[in-house]
């Protein structure tokens, strides 16, 4: 199962709207809404900001938010903070019997 | 609030076998609807499911993992392991454990990962 193709890095300054795409097939962000997304700070456990494309849990910034368009996802943060800096990875669901695939991991920088 | 935390050597030997626990709090480590999950990120790569299992025992494995892995629960101590046999240079990652809500797909808790490395 290949993974999900993400950019390698996106910036922005503070207070700007950045966005990562998270490209895939028909076998998983085409077919299905199970896409989710984690942020990860150097040395820390990934941590589930986005659910089922849209939903956010509780406690997570509005700033953050998730869409889709065909095979492709996206993760938009918006009011860029220097706390948001880290790796983000998209996931999904896929029906090519495997538990799930990842996406390749993009890194934000705060400029 | 999940709580996860992994255990075990930092250190394996090649053909070896890797164990690691991952011990569970927070929540009912029995509760419907949701597995307990080992993932790895080997170096400069992304991250891989290894396998899944349930609070009764039924698991999931990754096709290209399955016949070296094992996974196991002991819900007395709301704990669950992985073990991994054959190990080689390429085994060498950061593993986590997670839990995976089954309905919709996602990991709703991570542990922070402990690095295993395969050398002699």
């Known amino acids: 199962q290949s993974a999900l193709t993400q950019p390698a890095s996106v910036s922005g300054s503070p207070g700007q709207s950045i966005t990562i795409s998270c490209t895939g097939t028909n076998s998983d962000i085409g077919d299905f809404d199970f896409v989710s997304w984690y942020q990860q700070h150097p040395g820390k456990a990934p941590k589930l900001v986005i659910y089922?494309?849209?939903n956010r849990p509780s406690g997570i910034s509005w700033r953050f938010s998730g869409s889709k368009s065909g095979n492709t996802a996206s993760l938009t943060i918006s009011g860029l903070q220097a706390g948001d800096e880290a790796d983000y990875y998209c996931s999904s669901y896929t029906n090519r019997g495997s538990l799930g695939v990842f996406g390749t991991g993009t890194q934000v920088t705060v400029l | 609030q999940v709580q996860l935390q992994e255990s075990g050597p930092g250190l394996v030997e090649p053909s070896q076998t890797l164990s690691l626990t991952c011990s569970v709090s927070g929540v009912s480590f029995t509760s419907t609807g949701y597995f307990w999950t080992w993932i790895r990120q080997q170096p400069g790569k992304t991250l891989e499911y290894i396998g899944r299992i349930y609070h009764s025992g039924t698991t999931y494995f990754n096709p290209s993992l399955k016949s070296r892995v094992a996974m196991s629960v002991d819900t007395s101590k709301n704990q669950f392991s992985l073990r991994l046999s054959a190990v080689t240079a390429a085994d060498t990652a950061v593993y986590y454990c997670?839990?995976?809500?089954?309905?919709?797909?996602?990991?709703?808790?991570w542990g922070q990962g402990t690095l295993v490395t395969v050398s002699s």
């Open positions: 089922e494309v849209t």
């Open positions: 997670a839990r995976y809500y089954y309905r919709d797909h996602y990991l709703d808790g």
